[in-house]
């Protein structure tokens, strides 16, 4: 068996030095081959596609967070070769839904022995962008511009951009056409969920299944002081999940357009401002290597 680890060195400020050295001690104890690519700042998926099909390995391994399991997925779509995760980014959200094991090692070990492959759907905006986890315009993206314009890091710096940001909480009109139907209305948030929560382990769509070949749109329509109370105001959980706040639609295409432009983030990158979004799903787009354990199975 070869092997090829897609490797983020940078992604959530984890040294990626001490996995790698374990993991090159297992393939060379058990005669796997293995080859690695480092993602750089200009590398885009077409270089590493390239090196996919030069390499030609029995499996790819990608090695980090959220960013760089979407960016070694968008590189295997079309291919047959099967795609493991190991979490060593900042929150590993993604790696977290798909019950990958949280202990990188024994998260290696899984992507080596399991036969259990599943397709993993991914979601297309604007014929462009891509995402595989949950993306958003309105409040939850304007935290994450501030987030990443300030050089701290962390649950509390979320958490002050989070307060100043429901402080100035402004909602904006949205029309949303999906299954036949045309839905308007104001909200502070409406998101592209082909999962059930953040990175930061907040839900969103309880429904979700990032398998079954559809995406939802969520729109969060308020964040009332009945649901700040509820969550404790210390911890984040249920946050934005509230039945009485929300639109949940489930779908496979859907157009978005809204008031003016708002900043789009998807996986945690901010991709820029929009007024109107075509998204569409990619039923099975990449082949995860999972295990039984998994409940989306």
């Known amino acids: ?7 983020n060195p940078i992604s959530g400020d984890v040294d990626k030095k001490p996995f790698m050295d374990s993991a ?11 080859e690695i690519f480092e993602t750089i700042k200009d590398d885009g998926s077409k270089v ?22 979407l960016f070694t997925s968008i590189a295997l779509m079309g291919s047959n070769i099967p795609m493991g995760i190991i979490p060593l980014g900042s929150a590993n959200g993604l790696a977290l839904e798909l019950y990958v094991n949280s202990n990188p090692i024994e998260a290696l070990k899984d992507a080596i022995v ?32 501030a987030y ?30 999906a299954n036949g139907k045309n839905i308007r209305g104001e909200g502070l948030m409406v998101a592209i969920c082909n999962s059930r929560k953040y990175g930061s382990g907040i839900p969103l769509n309880i429904t979700g299944n990032p398998m079954d070949g559809k995406f939802e749109i969520v729109v969060v329509e308020n964040i009332g002081a009945n ?19 929300m639109k949940v639609i489930s779908c496979k295409e859907a157009d978005l357009t809204f008031d003016k432009p708002h900043m789009l983030q998807l996986d945690g990158e901010l991709i820029g401002k929009f007024d109107s979004l075509n998204v569409k799903i990619i039923p099975s787009a990449v082949r995860f290597i999972t295990h039984k354990d998994n409940e989306y199975l």
């Open 227 to 245: 649901t700040l109370l509820k969550t404790g105001l210390s911890k984040f959980s249920n946050l934005f999940y509230d039945d009485n706040n």
């Open 48 to 69: 590493l596609k390239q090196a996919i099909i030069e390499i030609n390995p029995n499996r790819v391994i990608a090695v980090g967070g959220d960013g760089t399991v």
């Open 24 to 34: 090159k001690e297992l393939c060379t104890k058990y005669g796997l081959e293995y």
């Open 1 to 7: 068996m070869k092997l090829l680890f897609v490797v």
């Open 148 to 177: 990443e314009n300030d050089e701290n890091r962390g649950m509390a710096v979320y958490a002050k951009y989070f307060w100043e940001e429901l402080k100035n909480q402004k909602k904006f009109k949205y029309s949303i056409k």
């Open 114 to 145: 399991s036969d259990v492959i599943a397709g993993l759907d991914m979601v297309l905006v604007n014929d462009k962008h891509y995402s595989i986890h949950i993306g958003d315009v309105g409040l939850n993206a304007a935290i994450v511009e």
